[in-house]
């Protein structure tokens, strides 16, 4: 089944998705007068190729995710340092459930691809059970690991036969998006999947 995916502040850039591929790429009345009977998924701000994160091995294998059930211990937002080593030395299944975490939080902030080596079977089984794509790193890294990093690092143009990964965020136009940042994000899709939405 085709989708086509449209965002209200990026309507010359829409996309239609045709399994794991896109199909098409361009305004969104073209492409809804070429396949009508396509479903719509129509999102506020504007449609993206999504981000890549540079800090994959910093925030999938040395950063500690809390469970929410931990939030009252451990708070919501990634533990770093020596707490978060002493948490994911309880072994394998601490690790892999904190790396699902911290890719689903990728997720939520745009993330399609990450980079650098990641080493740990935990790390990489949540990012490919994800679909992310895995990427060069960058030879110097601007700043701390973020799940929004300074600066945004959007991959390549979206096209027809492509991988169907892309991200949208609620801002108005994509200076918005950098001086806003990730958590903008109201919807990921890799591999043509949608997986992420905010509720």
Known sequence: MLTLHTADASPEAA????????AAVGPYEQLAAGHPGARLRRWPGILTPGLLNPYGPELLEQAYHP??????RLGTEPVFGERARALLAAGPSAR?????????????????????????????????RAGL?????????PGP???SPVPLVLLPGLGAGKPARFAV???PDRDALVRDGASTCVATVVGGRLVYRRR
């Open 15 to 22: 996309v239609v998705v045709d399994g794991a591929h896109i």
């Open 67 to 72: 469970d929410p059930r931990e939030a009252d």
């Open 96 to 128: 892999g459930a904190s790396a699902r975490r911290g890719v689903q939080r990728m997720l939520a902030h745009g993330t399609v691809a990450v980079a650098g080596e990641l080493r740990s079977r935990e790390a990489l089984d949540a990012v490919r």
């Open 133 to 141: 794509a895995l990427a060069g790193r960058p030879a110097a890294l």
């Open 145 to 147: 690991a973020a799940l």
């Open 169 to 171: 965020f609620d801002v």
